[in-house]
């Protein structure tokens, strides 16, 4: 079985951000994933002006905000840190172990990596008030505020699309459907961040064991 990679833009966010990014994210790899009958719900971000939509499983909802949850908790606890989240599908397959056993083992077919770099303000942080005798730094503070939220709008666009033009290309290695009656194909959803071994290599190990079978915990 092919397994496939897709190492999504890392975007800077503010941690008031983070929340609604991923969540736009992940529910947009999760519907373009989706299977069977479908409710989808389009939903307009608060903090940019980008619609998404989900596949409306209250499931569905309740894994992405446990895992966002946790995220940002992982971030408050280890700041200045490049934090990634992996969303992958795998197929499930029972396997002969011995004449009276089997194993259960997970095939991963598809591995996604949101990765965010997200900024830390100590308080008490003095900002620009030194150019205070030139510029209002109220006003220079909110020009600034407007100019990044236009860009990181514009990389989130960029990500939606990468994430479009990934799953209308890549079709090959997809398993075939064997369970109308499940909203998703089997998937997991992690969180690492640059102080993990695991972080960075990740993605090159994975793909060198493309193919293998994980055995379930």
């Known amino acids: 079985m092919n397994c496939e990679v897709c190492q999504l833009k890392e975007l800077d966010v503010e941690h008031f951000e983070i929340r609604e990014i991923l969540r736009c994210i992940l529910h947009t790899i999760m519907f373009h994933r989706a299977l069977g009958l479908l409710r989808p719900k389009d939903v307009d971000l608060e903090l940019f002006d980008i619609t ?33 989240i992996c969303l992958s599908f795998f197929e499930v397959k029972n396997k002969q172990a011995s004449w009276f056993t089997t194993k259960v083992e997970r095939f991963y077919w598809e591995y996604w990596y949101i990765n965010l770099n997200v900024a830390h303000h100590p308080k008490g942080h003095p900002g620009k008030s030194h150019l205070s005798k030139v510029v209002d730094p109220g006003e220079s503070a909110s020009e600034e505020r407007s100019a ?31 369970n109308l009656d499940c909203v998703t194909f089997p998937y997991e959803i992690t ?27």
């Open 52 to 84: 998404y939509t989900e596949c409306g499983d209250v499931e569905v909802e309740k894994k992405i905000e446990e895992k966002i949850t946790q995220f940002i908790d992982r971030v408050e606890k280890h700041p200045n840190r490049k934090n990634q």
């Open 148 to 178: 990044r939220r236009t860009v990181l709008e514009s990389s989130l666009r960029e990500v939606m699309f990468q994430i479009i033009k990934f799953v209308n290309e890549k079709k090959d290695h997809i398993p075939a459907i064997s």
């Open 191 to 217: 969180i690492s961040s640059s102080s993990d071994s695991a972080f960075g290599m990740d993605v090159i190990r994975r793909m060198l064991q493309t193919g293998h079978p994980t055995m379930l915990s």
